[in-house]
């Protein structure tokens, strides 16, 4: 069998694909962050947005909404994946309920959670009429930027988890039983069977989720854009910042390459961390 | 060779999944204005249904409309035959705009057209309707309101204890002011704060009258509330009475006084020092040079500035004509309460009207930004107001350079870039 | 000896646990559903009431909407493409970064999720010129490509994990008994990834669905659902935003609902 | 007429040379095991004539046809997996009529072969079961009569009885042989069970180190073993080494002893040649048995059919087979003579016999 060429001849659909559709544009866009008008290489769009007042926060912003969020996620993920194999009946039921998130666009979770923590909104109405709080609180207001963060981020775990949830229950149904029995023989508990045995095995898928669920977490923007305002920036929201409201595109371009570079540095560390060594899959 | 059979594939499945392009004569007006679909459904029922032609009126959000409308000129070919926007939107998309010299403007405000030609000698946009910052307020916040003072004809002195009677009596802050992503709080400090506390947007910048200005609305700020970081249209607190005093321009404040006419007043803003600053919110409407069929869209656009249309067009968005108009008795609340507060502010006698900026190119947004940046610095980052001004006044130095750009009211006409002292 | 798993405590924390999540995800779902059966006065009340008085004039101003018809027939239309192609796209890449070794193997890897690491609304631009001047520009194929490559990191991943599991003794035991590689993949390997790749293909199609910038500008006369209805949604009185959610979440949920079963009932490969 | 010719393969995985040039013949209807210990190359081979690997250089021959550059699906062969390969998605039945529907048979032979070869392997209340509802054994006959239904006209089998218990593997063992002498195949098995070897074979190649170092009969392997490693792997316990030195003529001295052997090679002082003997071709005497070999036990098994006594001579092992009833106990001094016809000689430097 002509092995050599086949795995090309099986990525070339893709490959030309994402040539036309993304590298074309990407190259363009690329360009204009590291060039001038005249058509010269410049670092000067980088300086600018290095030089704004707003590009630390944003930066950081991010990666601690990225660090807040994608952690709990996976836990949480995982956790119910395994309480859905551990679940003689009503799975389908209870990973439907799960996954439902999944149908839902970050707009929509946006409206969804501002209608929870707004002034007016669910939680102050249930504070108020049980008598816990008098007045209704301003919890997204400007001085509460810690309550701003935890509200986007309790949306985007509420949001976004169901994705990292599909992929391991995926990854769990591949691992076989006898793995589990083997372990249970040797006299392992449930938490060390889980640690040992459960864990490792679903390296491959646990890679994917988190690669997946990091990436688009540096892309939040909707949610953050509901429920945050411009009291927490982020590197996307400078993104539409420059290109639609300051009409800079170069700059923008700058932010985006930004976001690419922390995103590709990210998968590659996971890639590294998370590896399988060969002959170690199932 | 490969590639080519490829596309043609996929052109052919685009054909028959799409079901495809008849060469229509439909126009189609795509606008960021209207764009809430009650608004679009307006704008498409009541407004255009009146054009002879066939018209396709389709909203967007201002990202996706600057994208659409930079491919097609860069693709040198489009669809879309008529564009409409704010001003702001407008200013550098100014090559990409056919020249609507010989469209027939009588009637069309004077100031509004000159802006239109965005600083060339061709008229790039007509204007298509206007609003204005107003102040609404909830009829119980009127009992707070501090002695003497007429709601009418209300100093920001006023208004900052005002909002400070509230918050002493209801316990929370009832002022609210649309800092949000979305809002347009530029505006305010453009043609309100500064025209009111300095008699100049540009010009006086980074003055001691400015630091004035800054601090008092830093006083106000105290009694705002904090959740207008997220405010974009004001409307919703007001009916949600999350605020009961709001600053907002009008067509953003028009679901509340529809919604509940009873319980809202309309009213001017503020004065301060140097008069009671106000500003013109302009939308335009445009023909981008790629127009597929320009006699057609320059019909429809005549048709839009059209004292019947204009009528229309302010039940369906709430943004009034640009042309004079006889309104009719039985407009919507939202007309009948902001028109009397836009009468009451340009007829007081410390008016103050300043023009939107002018001549800045594609500048535009990093000018607005300047003052956007300078609030956010100042009152919700608490840094020195002096440091920032003067931080600020820099890169507005340098935009204003670089555009050289000369000065508009409030500020004196000038040689050259307008300068900021 | 340690009896976990059988112990009440561990029954009940299980029990718990499970109601406890079930509710994290559909209380807020609950809360929209309540504001869109609420009428426009309730929606801006406070406090809120829990319970809807179901109240069908913001929803049914979105079922009457001129164009709404045509709009969900274009969402599905573009969502249903979308899933073919990445499919077809992306479970050949899938398979072979699972089962060779080649060169330029994590480079591949890379480039398929850059085109998620890279803001789509600067893409939009470029993009939007390349179809006007190829004649994609406002067409239910061209939309659907964008969103395929927006679905492909995620089926490309998705499928390389599962043929991953597959034992490839499966495979060659199919080619010992008479198939090519195709028919190999086919009647052997296809069946038992079948659930997975449902399982892309929600993504694919969720995606696609959800989708707003890109179709925004791509399209013009076959808008899909969410460029038709989001804009302008934020500033929409509340209580058609509200209804204007629930549409849009509607037809999705009902998606996943119809293809649960497969997402889930994995084959007992658990016995190899 | 199935004839494999297997000629000049050789597989290199990088530097790794996993098959050294191999030479095969099997005759039709042949049952051939290869043997030897994970990693000797055997499996590699067995794959690189069911098609599923590429041999880097040399020939495969089936029949008349050179087959190495065929897929396996044109290779007229049936193989069996180590972990059976049954498909878990399709039920006994369509597992082993898989092959017959690729092979567009009507639906009549179809049902016709699969209930024969079900029947042959015993699983034919199973036919409507899936992959997950059987037990090991089970599945080893779904496997195999998988492979038989095709009627192929060469079976391959790699190490399909190690997964089972060991009375299992006996029970499938015997059937396996019986089978397959009925179905005419020529068989090609892999395996590193010297027993199971040597119990179904017609013939056994064993390999070491991706090379084949004989290829013969059970008892001539057994008794004749070419090569060194022969003698060490075949066997339980396997042959006993003792270094020789020479002496004049074809004499050579080994522990005590003085025996004739080959003649020494012409650099006699230099080489040096192993003695070699099988525990059980020795003779117990006493102290005063001429030629015996005097040795100390270390440790004695009872295996129940005889004693094994791991023994030391010149601070060598040496493992004798005594008689169940034999009186001995570790520490004990024995005394034995080696059956003179029994002794083989290697090149201790080329491991060759002599």
């Known amino acids: ?282 | 060779m490969m590639k080519k059979t490829a596309l043609a594939a996929a052109l052919t499945l685009g054909t028959a999944v799409t079901g495809i392009q008849t060469a229509n004569a439909e126009v189609l007006f795509w606008s960021t204005q209207a764009a809430p679909i009650e608004e679009a459904q307006a704008m498409r029922e009541k407004v255009l249904s009146g054009f002879e032609g066939e018209v396709d009126f389709q909203p967007s959000e201002t990202g996706p409309w600057i994208t659409r409308i930079q491919a097609e000129a860069t693709a040198g070919s489009g669809k879309i035959g008529l564009i409409g926007s704010l001003h702001g939107n407008m200013i550098d998309l100014s090559d990409n705009l056919a020249d609507l010299s010989d469209i027939d403007t009588t009637g069309v405000n004077g100031t509004f057209l000159e802006l239109g030609k965005l600083g060339t000698d061709q008229q790039k946009y007509i204007p298509w309707m206007q609003a204005t910052y107003i102040m609404a307020a909830n009829k119980k916040a009127l009992e707070h309101l501090p002695e003497g003072a007429d709601v009418m004809s209300l100093s920001y002195d006023e208004l900052i204890a005002w909002a400070k009677n509230m918050a002493d009596a209801t316990g929370s802050p009832k002022f609210g002011f649309p800092a949000g992503p979305k809002g347009l709080k530029h505006r305010f400090f453009q043609g309100y704060l500064y025209p009111s506390y300095t008699n100049s947007m540009v010009t006086k910048f980074r003055s001691a009258e400015a630091e004035g200005a800054w601090n008092a609305f830093k006083d106000l700020w105290q009694y705002t509330n904090p959740g207008s970081t997220g405010f974009s249209f004001m409307q919703e607190q007001l009916l949600t009475e999350e605020v009961w005093v709001a600053f907002d321009h009008t067509a953003r404040l028009a679901d509340a006084f529809n919604q509940r006419p009873d319980d809202f007043i309309g009213f001017p803003a503020p004065a301060g020092p140097t008069g009671r600053g106000f500003m013109p919110v302009v939308v335009g409407v445009a023909i981008p040079n790629t127009a597929p069929d320009m006699d057609e869209a320059k019909a429809l656009l005549a048709y839009m500035t059209k004292p019947e249309t204009q009528i229309e067009t302010l039940r369906a968005t709430s943004f009034f004509p640009v042309v004079d108009v006889e309104l009719p008795d039985d407009m919507p609340a939202s007309v009948q309460l902001s028109g009397a507060a836009i009468a009451a502010m340009s007829g007081s006698d410390d008016a103050n009207p300043g023009l939107l900026p002018v001549g800045l190119g594609d500048l535009g947004g990093k000018f607005n930004a300047v003052y956007v940046d300078a609030f956010e610095r100042i009152v919700l980052g608490g840094q020195d107001v002096r440091e920032v001004l003067d931080d600020q006044a820099d890169s507005l130095r340098k935009i204003m350079e670089e555009a050289n750009a000369p000065c508009w009211a409030p500020d004196a006409a000038s040689d050259g870039a307008c300068p900021v002292d | 000896m340690n009896v976990d798993g059988t112990s009440s405590a561990m029954r009940w924390t299980f029990r718990v646990s499970i109601l406890v999540l079930c509710a994290w995800v559909l209380v807020p779902i609950y809360l929209l559903i309540t504001n869109t059966l609420s009428s426009p006065e309730e929606v801006v009340s406070f406090p809120k009431k829990v319970w809807p008085s179901f109240n069908l004039e913001s929803i049914s101003f979105f079922i009457n909407f001129a164009g709404v018809g045509q709009a969900l027939w274009n969402s599905v239309l573009v969502a249903c493409v979308t899933m073919v192609f990445s499919i077809s796209a992306g479970a050949p890449a899938g398979y072979a970064l699972s089962r060779f070794d080649f060169r330029g193997k994590s480079f591949y890897r890379v480039l398929i999720l850059m085109t998620r690491a890279f803001p789509l609304p600067l893409l939009a631009l470029p993009l939007a010129v390349l179809y006007i001047r190829i004649g994609l520009d406002d067409t239910i194929l061209g939309l659907a490509l964008l969103h395929t490559m927006l679905a492909l990191p995620f089926a490309v991943l998705i499928t390389y994990s599962l043929f991953s599991g597959i034992p490839v003794e499966l495979e060659e035991a199919a080619w010992t008994l008479g198939c090519n590689r195709f028919q190999a993949f086919y009647k052997v390997i296809f069946p038992l990834v079948l659930p997975g790749l449902t399982a892309s293909a929600i993504f694919a199609f969720v995606i696609s669905w959800n989708e707003v910038f890109g179709a925004a500008v791509l399209t013009i006369e076959h808008r899909t659902l969410p460029a038709f209805l989001l804009q302008g949604l934020d500033q929409a009185p509340l209580h058609l935003k509200f209804a204007g959610g629930a549409v849009l979440v509607a037809p999705a949920l009902l998606f996943i609902f119809l293809v649960r079963k497969y997402l889930f009932s994995m084959w007992g490969i658990a016995n190899r | 007429m199935a004839e494999i010719k297997i000629k000049s393969v050789a597989r290199r995985f990088g530097k790794v040379e996993a098959l050294k040039s191999i030479d095969l013949t099997v005759a039709d209807q042949e049952f051939l095991v290869l043997l030897g210990a994970s990693g000797c190359g055997k499996t590699t081979l067995l794959r690189i004539v069911a098609g599923l690997e590429t041999a880097s250089e040399g020939e495969v021959w089936i029949g008349d046809e050179r087959v190495d550059r065929l897929p396996p699906r044109d290779r007229k062969i049936a193989m069996v997996f180590q972990n059976y390969a049954v498909f878990p998605h399709l039920t006994v039945f369509e597992n082993i009529a898989f092959g017959l529907r690729m092979a567009k048979l009507d639906q009549n032979t179809v049902d016709k072969r699969v209930k024969r070869t079900a029947e042959l392997m015993h699983i034919d209340p199973l036919l409507e079961r899936y992959s997950g509802q059987l037990s090991g054994g089970q599945r080893q006959r779904v496997a195999v009569a998988r492979a038989l239904a095709m009627e192929p006209e060469v079976l391959l089998m790699d190490e399909p009885l190690s997964n089972l218990d060991a009375l299992l593997r006996m029970e499938m063992r015997a059937e396996l042989k019986s089978v397959l002498a009925e179905s005419k195949t020529t068989t090609i098995y892999v395996t590193h069970d010297q027993v199971e070897a040597m119990s179904m074979a017609d013939r056994i190649a064993i390999m070491n180190k991706g090379e084949i170092v004989q290829a013969s009969d059970a008892v001539d392997i057994y008794r004749n073993p070419s090569h060194r490693f022969v003698g060490s792997f075949i066997g339980n316990p396997p042959m006993n080494f003792l270094p020789a030195k020479p002496l004049e003529g074809s004499m050579w001295s080994v522990a005590n002893l003085q025996l004739p052997g080959p003649a020494h090679p012409s650099n006699a002082t230099d080489s040096q040649i192993e003695f070699a003997i099988r525990p059980e071709d020795l003779t117990v005497g006493d102290a005063t048995t001429e030629g015996a070999m005097h040795v100390k036990v270390r440790v004695v098994e009872p295996l129940g059919s005889h004693l094994l006594a791991s023994c030391l001579v010149d601070e060598q092992l040496f493992r004798v087979v005594l008689d169940s009833d034999h009186p001995i106990t570790s520490g004990d001094s024995l005394y034995i003579k080696p059956m003179m016809d029994r002794i083989r000689w290697f090149d201790a430097k080329s491991e060759h016999v002599l």
């Open chain 1, 1 to 282: 069998m002509q092995t050599r060429a086949l795995p090309y001849l099986l990525l070339l659909p893709s490959v030309i694909l994402l040539g036309v559709l993304f590298l074309y544009p990407f190259v363009l866009v690329a360009w204009q962050a590291i060039s001038d008008d005249a058509g010269q290489l410049t670092s000067a769009h980088f300086s600018e947005m290095l030089g704004h007042w707003k590009f630390n926060t944003a930066f950081k912003n991010t990666l601690y909404l990225t660090l807040a969020v994608v952690p709990i996620q996976m836990v949480l993920a995982l956790y119910m994946a395994s309480l859905v194999t551990g679940m003689k009946r009503g799975r389908d039921a209870f990973l439907y309920i799960w996954t439902i998130p999944l149908g839902i666009s970050d707009l929509a979770a946006g409206i969804i959670w501002l209608s929870i923590f707004e002034q007016s909104g669910f939680l102050n109405s249930f504070l108020v009429t049980f008598g816990i709080n008098e007045q209704p609180e301003t919890f997204l207001g400007y001085q509460n930027k810690g309550t701003i963060f935890l509200a986007i981020a309790l949306a985007e775990i509420w949001r976004a988890t169901a994705i990292v949830l599909v992929i391991l229950v995926a990854g769990m149904g591949l691992i076989p039983k006898e793995y589990q029995e083997a372990a249970e023989v040797f006299g392992a508990s449930r938490w060390q069977r889980f640690t040992k045995v459960t864990l490792p095995l679903l390296k491959p898928s646990l890679q994917t989720a988190l690669i997946l669920r990091v990436i688009l977490a540096f892309e939040v923007f909707a949610v953050v854009a509901a429920l945050g305002g411009t009291n927490l920036p982020i590197l996307m929201g400078e993104v539409y910042q420059w290109q639609f409201v300051l009409r800079d595109p170069n700059v923008a371009a700058a932010f985006a390459l930004v976001i690419l570079g922390i995103s590709i540095l990210c998968t590659l560390v996971i890639m590294w961390f998370l590896r399988t060594p060969k002959g170690a899959t199932i």
